[in-house]
């Protein structure tokens, strides 16, 4: 059979249009910078970079081309916590990733892993090996790290010549080791289930005081200056197993502050009843900052927004510091610790943007704006502010007195700009999401993704995202854009950026999934464009984003008529650990995906590891099975010894590669 000359040349340009100009391997090419660190002294910045799956350090100063310190192939092994010594000289890392079981070992090593604490000179030089272990903490006096391993607290020189030494050894597990101003002492947090205790740890005697003890949650010690005092957090612990429900008030949490020599505390000020009885943290290295004027800075959500406030230690009323409808979320003290600097969602609720502000009070000073997305701030020691940066074409990079982004094979001509979009659910909340439109398009109608974010404490933004995991998400996206796909990214209920009643959404995950009214709402809108074959339309996402896939695929087989599901909660009963008798169970599972499985009509691809330590991989076996049973057309990917957030870059590109392949299948 013939085929006219205009049809066969519109097949061509359709399949050329659907055809990406790039490959998944170069989208993700781009390095990852992870763990900016500014050193005490010398105006000095270091960061950990993840360049297809290689791990580094890299550092610089403003002005200097960054320099790698220690590299590290893609075998998972995770760098993080990056520590200078006083005197920039050093720098002290823990090299290891976590499994379900300990410690993870993607790359199927012959003896397995183990979670170990480095130091590699600033100048260039070996690495040295400290000890095994994590939360490396650098004495003042810059000779001696204190790390944690096997939930106790161990000390090493920071030179070779002397093995490890455990410190003490206590029941329960010691967490956030902090050494006091004048090296002699070290704060931590001691974990015993249903009540955390702070202790002190004094290094010349080996004597131990706990700080006015209780039956609740202490946590989050930080040093007075002068070593002679210790605020931290207090939670109200009830004794029971939390279990995962919207937390729109509860028993006021507060802050206390102790006397190190008698362990005698007192409480300087305690949240109101209401929003923000419940505690919200900020991402910080702590939460509370001991500023200059004896005043405290700490996060606190009384008005309904995660905000900034100062109260002086004495007690009193505690002063706003960033006052508005709108969350602060990365946050670090200025040198002096007479301002902060952070990153909001302030007039961009889609973005974020850097500001500074004093700790005694005053008016906001931005310091970045534009289009672009700015977190991670790291005051230098000669008072300029290093950040990591994006936007909607570039990937994370860092600014360091100088953009630092450097292409290399990354398709950065190709990058589709996500338009911000706001839709009704099904029962008439407002959800934010982003919008990828295919380049090059025709009159045709083009199939459609919906993409969801796990956590659910996320917030997808208008461009490259600042965690590695969603970062190759958008990654992912831009792929399926300039795949011909039309895709939607959902900034559903209970994630953050939105405020209290958003994230503490009523009914959300376990407590009645009411997150499935944003899924149904994302179809409708997709199916309410001219653009958009209503027929075609496909779900994805990892995690919590797994669940929403999984619900859409069961509940929704009408509308979505294809998914691919990244180690999703299936069952919410049995990941939560609730009996059967308990009265929470009923409900648990009325939420999942499991509870809908006959509807499901779906095809689907589901993907996990199976060393998964944040979700039980069994919830992909059980949902596996009962497709199966029903006749479902499912496929698997299943990576042995890989982790949650895929430790190696590998299993990233490949499972890309399979959802890609599947998609196409199933909607093209």
Known sequence: MRIPLALALGALAASAQQRPPFTLDQVLSAPFPTDLTAAPSGGKVAWVSNLRGHRSIMAAAPGQEPRTLVEYPDDGQEISELRWSPDASAV???????????SANPSHKQFGTEQDVWSVPAAGGAPIKLGAGGEPEISPHGDRVAFVSHGQLWLARRTAGEAAAQALKLRGGVSHPRWSPDGARIAFEIGRGDHSLIGVFEVASGALTYLDPSTDYDSSPVWSPDSRRVAFLRMPSDGLRPIRK?????????IRVALVETGVGREMWRAKPGPGSVFRGVSARD????????????????????HLYSVAVTGGAAIPLTPGAFEVEHVAPMPGDREVVFSSNQGDVDRRHLWRVGVGGGTPAAVTKGEGIEVSPAPLSDGTVAWLASDARRPLHPVVGRDLFAAGEFPLAHMVAPQQVVFASADGMQIHGQLFLPPGRSGARSPAMVFFHGGSRRQMLLGWHYMYYYSNAYAMNQFLANSGYVVLSVNYRSGIGYGLDFREALKYGPAGGSEYNDVQGAGAYLRSRADVDGARIGAWGGSYGGYLTAL??????D????????????????????????????????????????????????IAGDDDPDVQFNQTVMLADALRKRGVDMRELIIPDESHDFWMWSTWLKTYQATAAFLGEKLK
Do not use: C
């Open 552 to 557: 859409a695929l069961a509940r929704g087989s």
């Open 246 to 254: 919207p937390e729109r008030a509860g028993e006021p949490w507060s």
């Open 92 to 102: 002290v890392y823990s090299l290891g990733s976590e499994g379900r079981g300990g």
């Open 287 to 306: 939460q509370l900052l001991w500023a200059a004027g004896d005043r405290i800075v700490f996060p606190w959500e009384g008005d309904g927004w995660t």
């Open 559 to 606: 509308v979505f008529k294809a998914g691919v599901d990244f180690h999703g909660v299936h069952d919410w009963a049995k990941e939560l650990g609730i009996p059967p008798g308990e009265p929470d169970y009923k409900l648990a599972f009325e939420s999942s995906p499991m509870n809908f499985v006959n509807g499901w009509r779906s095809p689907v691809l589901l």
